[in-house]
């Protein structure tokens, strides 16, 4: 069973860039599809990014496209979100999760997730 704890958010102007991190602490770490989901206040989790065992498959929501990345380093069990140009919209609680290899990577419904953290809270102020 993995544990995930989460770490790294905090408060922002928007524009700036913050660096979140999920440490893993099972030993199939390396096994997992990870993903990155977010839930602001009255609204639904929503999906971020994800990201193959071997780190060279990501998928990303439209709306983080082209400013957060999504990486991992297996032999640390950890997994990275790193977040740029960061808008006040950002704000919100995110959550690493882990899952099973199937279905692929491409299918990013939370769902699937068997694995969650408590969350890291992300504040952008305008």
């Known amino acids: 069973q993995e544990q995930l704890v989460e770490s790294g958010g905090g408060l922002v102007q928007a524009g700036g860039s913050l660096r979140l991190s999920c440490a893993a602490s099972?030993?199939?770490?390396?096994?997992?599809?990870m993903g990155w989901f977010r839930q602001a206040p009255g609204k639904e989790r929503e999906f971020v990014a994800n990201?193959?065992?071997?780190?060279?498959?990501?998928y990303y929501a439209d709306s983080v496209k082209g400013r957060f990345t999504i990486s991992r380093d297996n032999a640390k069990s950890t997994v990275y979100l790193q977040m740029n140009s960061l808008k006040p919209e950002d704000t919100a609680v995110y959550y690493c999760?882990?899952?099973?290899?199937?279905?692929?990577?491409?299918?990013?419904?939370?769902?699937?997730?068997?694995?969650w953290g408590q969350g890291t809270q992300v504040t952008v102020s305008s």
């Open positions: 099972g030993r199939t770490f390396r096994t997992y599809v």
């Open positions: 999760a882990a899952r099973r290899n199937y279905p692929a990577v491409a299918d990013t419904r939370a769902v699937l997730y068997d694995y």
């Open positions: 990201i193959n065992w071997r780190g060279d498959i990501t």
